[in-house]
């Protein structure tokens, strides 16, 4: 089968909820990128086999096949067909491992994947009545930004719990004390503010017209293990788990070309050699990547003694703490070296295009080496890729 190749990867920079992309359509911001990508690589929109976004809410503007309306914005002929998929967090890592799939059964030789979310935006929603003209009784109202709604009273209540409650019940299980998750925050922050000083991230950002940032707007230089410290738990009195480190809500998109061998003329950025997924129990979502991330390397024919770095999604900080715990033989040093969600933010849909792709631009830098990007997803799941150049 031809190797699936990454060609480029951009991405917009991370806005915080209600700030500077919060006006913007998310269907916009994935036009955004998707023009960016085929500007930057010179290649005709019409080459494209096909568009595959990842999208987690799909409840507002995003409805409708967002991946199907960027393109149409983004200028590219109606030719160019698109698909949404959801796989929650975990949506455009989804993307990119469907479109590898397609490259490599020989279906495709060119795929634009990534994803969107503007959480922003997501709207307040109500069931709708099953009676045409219901005559008493109130609707809730719910938000979409993030977590459970309108959930089947036939699930377990233990797995029903928040994404914070499960992030609490990691630290428990994994021993990771409140000390432990504020410290790897305060490295998050860090070191994505000096990635982004040192023009590390310069490569893979486009800009939104009329909305400039200057970074992703999360990070935060002043922070300090005393404020982080002096931030309330959150979701469980007497709790390791607060809003410093968490991962924020945020607005975003990005996008990864990714094509067979010689498909352009470009030397691609990095291949993919390995993919994984799998499911836990969702009250411990969290560490589901471990064992989909092992899954990858085995199929990539590796281990960890041979993966040089490694993007891993921060959800939470106790969530990737008890993953790196857990990743027998990896270094801890060599998880998120420019910084992680924690600082960057975590815009749902999006997400999995910024570490696949930030990942790609590092090999490149490197001149070479092994990279796995692993990410958790909401109701127990885990994505990876191992990415080699």
């Not at 800009?207 to 970074?215: N, S």
Request: with cysteine; glycine share 12%.
């Amino acid at each position: 089968m031809p190797a699936t190749h990454i060609y480029d990867a951009v991405r917009t920079p991370f806005g915080r909820a209600g700030g500077a992309l919060s006006s913007v359509r998310p269907d916009d911001l994935a036009a955004v990128v998707m023009k960016t990508v085929a500007e930057r690589t010179g290649i005709d929109p019409a080459r494209i086999d096909d568009v595959i976004f990842g999208d987690a809410n799909q409840a507002g503007e995003d409805n409708r096949n967002v991946a199907r309306m960027g393109a149409l914005l983004a200028g590219f002929p109606s030719s160019v067909p698109g698909v949404t998929v959801n796989r929650l967090c975990g949506s455009s890592v989804e993307a990119v491992i469907q479109g590898s799939r397609a490259i490599e059964a020989g279906d495709a030789h060119l795929i634009l994947a990534g994803g969107v979310e503007s959480m922003s935006r997501a709207p307040f929603v109500v069931e709708k009545s099953s009676k045409p003209f219901p005559a008493v009784g109130n609707q809730t109202m719910w938000n979409t930004s993030i977590g459970w709604r309108m959930t089947n009273p036939a699930l377990r209540k233990d797995w029903t719990i928040s994404n914070g409650e499960s992030a609490e019940k990691l630290a428990q299980i994994y021993g990771i004390s409140r000390d432990e998750q504020d410290a790897f925050a305060l490295r998050s922050h860090s070191l994505a503010a000096a990635a982004w000083a040192a023009g590390l991230y310069d490569g893979e950002i486009v800009q939104v017209e009329g909305h400039p940032l200057a970074r992703d707007e999360s990070i935060r230089d002043d922070t300090t293990l005393e404020v982080l410290g002096g931030l309330r738990a959150l979701f469980a009195k007497d709790g390791t788990v607060t809003a410093g480190n968490s991962s924020p809500i945020n607005d975003g998109a990005s996008a990864v070309l990714l094509g067979a061998e010689g498909v352009m003329d470009a030397e691609p950025l990095a291949r993919i050699t390995g993919r994984g997924v799998f499911g836990n129990d969702p009250d411990v979502f969290g560490v589901a990547p471990v064992e989909a991330a092992d899954r990858a390397l085995a199929r990539a024919g590796r281990t960890w003694a041979d993966v040089d770095f490694v993007e891993l999604n921060e959800a939470f900080a106790s969530q990737s703490l008890a993953c790196v715990k857990l990743w027998d033989g990896l270094d801890p040093d060599v998880v998120n070296i420019h910084g992680g969600a924690l600082a960057i933010g975590h815009p749902l849909g999006a997400s999995g295009g910024r570490i696949i792709g930030h990942a790609a631009h590092e090999l490149v830098r490197r001149g070479g080496g092994v990279a796995v990007a692993a990410i958790c997803i909401g109701v127990g799941q885990g994505l990876a890729v191992v990415l080699e150049r």
